[in-house]
Nanobody, 115 residues
Framework: QVQLVESGGGLVQAGGSLRLSCAASGTTLSFNTMGWYRQAPGTQRDLVAIITSGGSINYADSVKGRFTISRDIAKNTVTLQMNSLKPEDTAVYYC?????????WGQGTQVTVSS
């Protein structure tokens, strides 16, 4: 059973940094894509960053230049380094991984950025 577990969320002041990690278990296969989404209260879940098995990366415009996504294919982990955090980055961040035609989601980790 594939399971994704996020870690690294917390409370940080504006301008600070956090690093989120997602560890996948339950499969020896490499995910086609691994990425991060976020959802603030009353909003839809939006893409933050995604990286493919081939190394292609896409970022939401709102985080370009501030966030960096990376993955370790062998370990099936994906990391989101978040710098220059803003209050509007406050949300629950979810790890998302796709294996062939199936999407898997983590439980989410709270990121709160204070003014």
């Amino acid at each position: 059973q594939v399971q994704l577990v996020e870690s690294g969320g917390g409370l940080v002041q504006a301008g600070g940094s956090l690093r989120l990690s997602c560890a996948a278990s339950g499969t020896t296969l490499s995910f086609n894509t691994m990425g991060w989404y976020r959802q603030a209260p009353g909003t839809q879940r939006d893409l933050v960053a995604i990286i493919t098995s081939g190394g292609s990366i896409n970022y939401a415009d709102s985080v370009k230049g501030r966030f960096t996504i990376s993955r370790d294919i062998a370990k099936n982990t994906v990391t989101l380094q978040m710098n220059s955090l803003k209050p509007e980055d406050t949300a629950v961040y979810y790890c998302n991984c796709r294996l062939r035609l199936t999407n898997y989601w983590g439980q989410g980790t709270q990121v709160t950025v204070s003014s």
